[in-house]
Nanobody, 124 residues
Framework: QVQLVESGGGLVQAGGSLRLSCAASGRPFGLYAMGWFRQAPGKEREFVASISWSGGSIHIADSVKGRFTISRDNAKSTVYLQMNDLKPEDTAVYHC?????????????????WGQGTQVIVSS
């Protein structure tokens, strides 16, 4: 059973930064891609970023491009989301997710495992 545990969320002022972490267990971490999604109150879940098994291929949503980066440490079975220049519209619950493919993907249907999420609140 794959388990994903996010951490690093919190309250930050606009323009600030946060780094989210997601620790994975239950299968060989280095064989699969990983992704981050977010869901704001009253809105549908939105793709944020994904990274291939090796880290060699990355996709970033246009809404956060230039501000957010995704990375992974296969030795630690952890994926990160570095969020800079945060805006109030970035306020959401951020979920780590794991697909059954090694390739980076922004399609939520390709993700089989989801973490509980970590809350990010950006004040103006």
């Amino acid at each position: 059973q794959v388990q994903l545990v996010e951490s690093g969320g919190g309250l930050v002022q606009a323009g600030g930064s946060l780094r989210l972490s997601c620790a994975a267990s239950g299968r060989p971490f280095g064989l699969y891609a990983m992704g981050w999604f977010r869901q704001a109150p009253g809105k549908e879940r939105e793709f944020v970023a994904s990274i291939s098994w090796s880290g060699g291929s990355i996709h970033i949503a246009d809404s956060v491009k230039g501000r957010f980066t995704i990375s992974r440490d296969n030795a630690k079975s952890t994926v990160y989301l570095q969020m800079n220049d945060l805006k109030p519209e970035d306020t959401a619950v951020y979920h780590c997710a794991a697909p059954t493919t090694p390739l980076s993907t922004g399609v939520s249907d390709e993700y089989d495992y989801w973490g509980q999420g970590t809350q990010v609140i950006v004040s103006s």
